[in-house]
């Protein structure tokens, strides 16, 4: 059974930091892409940041130079390291796993930007 576990999320203060952790079991994890998306009430699920099986991230636009995505092969985690959070940063989290046509989602952590 796969399952991917996010952990990390809450309220935050803008201009602080949270970071995400997303765990897996029952895939071969190294082999997988990894993301991050988040939706937004009333919004669509958007992508935040990817690391491919290789290592190599990309982000949006909206998080470059703010956000950070890792991966511990060993642990079968992927990391979503937020700086400098907004209020636009608000919303729930999602960790994907990808592999040609096999995807998977995990349940969601919220995480809320708020003075």
């Known amino acids: 059974q796969v399952q991917l576990v996010e952990s990390g999320g809450g309220l935050v203060q803008p201009g602080r930091s949270l970071n995400l952790s997303c765990t897996t079991s029952g895939i071969i994890f190294s082999r997988y892409n990894m993301g991050w998306y988040r939706q937004a009430p009333g919004k669509q699920r958007d992508l935040v940041a990817l690391?491919?099986?290789?290592?190599?991230?990309n982000y949006a636009d909206s998080v470059k130079g703010r956000f950070t995505i890792s991966r511990d092969n060993a642990k079968n985690t992927v990391y979503l390291q937020m700086n400098s959070l907004q209020f636009e940063d608000t919303a729930v989290y999602y960790c994907n796993a990808k592999l040609t046509f096999l995807q998977y989602w995990g349940q969601g952590t919220q995480v809320t930007v708020s003075s």
């Open positions: 690391i491919n099986s290789a290592g190599t991230p």
